[in-house]
């Protein structure tokens, strides 16, 4: 780097929030198939968002989010009542995230503004954020796709970032634990931190990341010093 | 169905040629990794096509699919020398038919004209379909994303279909063992005709299939009665 990035943007599921913190709930509705749920569940639902994306035809991340539970508890031959489908996807309203979050934001932020970019729903953002008691890093600065009307990585999404925090490209840094959103943001024009916390090979999208961190620990260390 | 659809419009990989045909040839350069590799290598192959149309950053099909398959051989552990990779990629050029394709082409054709849309680069669909001997159903009528610079299901890529058969959509039924090509494809304003071959549930994105059939011997069952 030979620059500081004035602002770190983190995408939100998967990056600060643990998506697969429903498989305990899912367990318990399903014993012995909450893994498979969850991650059934998660594929589909970024499916989903790409290609209603390329279709045109965008619905909101609860909807989407919905219509993904539905299709994985059909497709492992699980029949949910209407309370236990409604708990799941109330789930994603307090997710967990993961351990190393607060301790990374506070050595981040301070010398530079901390923004959210995520699908999610402005609603569901709120609720997952202000769960986690993490507001008092990213104020207003929560943004979502929704005004896009787009999921990621098209670029009307990233542009929403330079958009609301008024600031070049070149100025930002985008954190992603997922690999494509990290590719999407660099070909945009960002500079892309990978959060690779699941060992996964890098994309082959042309656009590989800047830096690759194992943790928002490591990101930390990398630009905290 | 009110009226027969004047042409029928079929995907290629997945539904007329069997993309998991490559799974000898990886089992034999990979002794019982070919299933996995296969696998992985077809659902990179998919998320990048999506993912590079959304970011607006087209490469055509041959490179996507060596990448993917790139990704997918770092993702199982797997080293493959340059004559085993290139011999993997030759294979999408040879990729065995589904057993009942000729039988179910010959009793769909003659009533109305029969074509392909298919993500493939011309060169590969080409290949494909001479190999299997298909071109006297098909004739010129083996379309390609290619001109259009992004792949299905981006409705720039069925507008292909109207432009080159001189047909309005409602006139074209679709026929796709993808539901969310299928989903696409009904979206745009053909009829669509899934071939579920893998039992899998119904994609959730609004626009369901008119009707599903088992095989392509189902449709020819249905549609030439």
Known sequence: MTTDPKALVFDAYGTLFDVHSVTRLADSLFPGRGPALSQAWRTKQLEYTWLRSLMGRYDDFNAVTADALDWALESLGLAAEPEARASLIRAYRTLAMFPEVRGALERLGGQRALAILSNGHPDMLDAVVDHNELRVFFGERVLSVHEAGVFKPDPRVYAIVTAQ?????????????????????????????????????????????????????????????
């Open 165 to 225: 925090l008024g600031l070049p490209a070149e100025a930002v840094g985008f954190v992603s634990s997922n690999g494509w959103d990290a590719a999407g943001a660099k070909s945009f024009g960002f500079r892309a931190f990978w959060v690779n916390r699941g060992k996964a090979p890098v994309e082959r999208l042309g656009s590989p990341p800047d830096a690759v961190v194992e943790d928002l620990a490591g990101l930390a260390r990398l630009l905290a010093g």
